[in-house]
């Protein structure tokens, strides 16, 4: 496994969550990152994403203000710190990395960009 997310779960509407994505060196190193959520019958959307360097990120407006997107590599994770969550978050959430030949001081939103892809881990928010 090349991309490995955890963290998901179920939490009441107001509580927080703490997603995990572990990598492999090989797929983590100069690349961005990015996570993105699906809601069945609907398309995947990017949620967040995050230059190489972590200097760079982006978020989707349903999310700014509540998510944080951060990564270290040293350890080859990227993060995802949700708070304040509410029942629209309520998805399965992917974590991703991007084509080497990209420039990895950007961030993307693409799903075509992505190269690899995590599992999935699902967060449920209740009301």
């Known amino acids: 496994v090349q991309l490995q997310a955890s963290g998901g779960g179920l939490v009441q509407a107001g509580g927080s969550l703490r997603l995990s994505c572990a990598a492999s060196g090989r797929i983590f190193r100069a690349r961005a990152m990015g996570w993105f959520r699906q809601v069945p019958g609907k398309e995947r959307e990017c949620v967040s994403s995050?230059?190489?360097?972590?200097?760079?990120?982006y978020y989707a407006d349903s999310v700014k203000g509540r998510f944080t997107i951060a990564r270290d590599n040293a350890k080859n994770t990227v993060y995802l710190q949700m708070n304040n969550l509410n029942t629209e978050d309520t998805a399965v959430y992917y974590c991703?990395?991007?084509?080497?030949?990209?420039?990895?001081?950007?961030?993307?939103?693409?799903?075509?960009?992505?190269?690899?892809w995590g599992q999935g881990t699902l967060v449920t928010v209740s009301s």
């Open positions: 991703a990395a991007t084509f080497p030949e990209l420039e990895s001081h950007l961030t993307y939103t693409e799903e075509s960009k992505y190269a690899f």
């Open positions: 995050i230059s190489d360097s972590g200097s760079y990120t």
